[in-house]
Nanobody, 122 residues
Framework: QVHVVESGGGVVQAGGSLRLSCAAS????????MGWYRQAPGKQREPVATITSGGITNFADSKKGRFAISRDNAKNTVYLQMNSLKPEDTAVYYC????????????????WGQGTQVTVSS
């Protein structure tokens, strides 16, 4: 079993900051890519940022400059630092992890968390 749990969401005023955390636990050999996605009411889930085990990051264009992603491989944890938040950033933020459960797995399976709500008030 693998569990992915997000934390750190909340209500913040426009212009403020939040730091989200996401920890994976359970039967884990290693984790390849970890990523953050978000889903606003009435909209499809969209990518925010991803990071490989080696620290290579990728951002959706609109998040560059305001958001930063990092990870602690020893803790199987990924973080999303969000600055200069806007009301349009309001969404449920989800984390996923590409987990190798055994040494003979090359790619691994994708596990998702339950999401954490971020609300930005104007």
């Amino acid at each position: 079993q693998v569990h992915v749990v997000e934390s750190g969401g909340g209500v913040v005023q426009a212009g403020g900051s939040l730091r989200l955390s996401c920890a994976a636990s359970g039967s884990i050999f290693s984790i390849n890519t970890m990523g953050w996605y978000r889903q606003a009411p009435g909209k499809q889930r969209e990518p925010v940022a991803t990071i490989t085990s080696g620290g290579i990051t990728n951002f959706a264009d609109s998040k560059k400059g305001r958001f930063a992603i990092s990870r602690d491989n020893a803790k199987n944890t990924v973080y999303l630092q969000m600055n200069s938040l806007k009301p349009e950033d309001t969404a449920v933020y989800y984390c996923n992890a590409r987990v190798r459960r055994r040494v003979d797995e090359v790619i691994g399976d994708l596990y998702w968390g339950q999401g954490t709500q971020v609300t930005v008030s104007s």
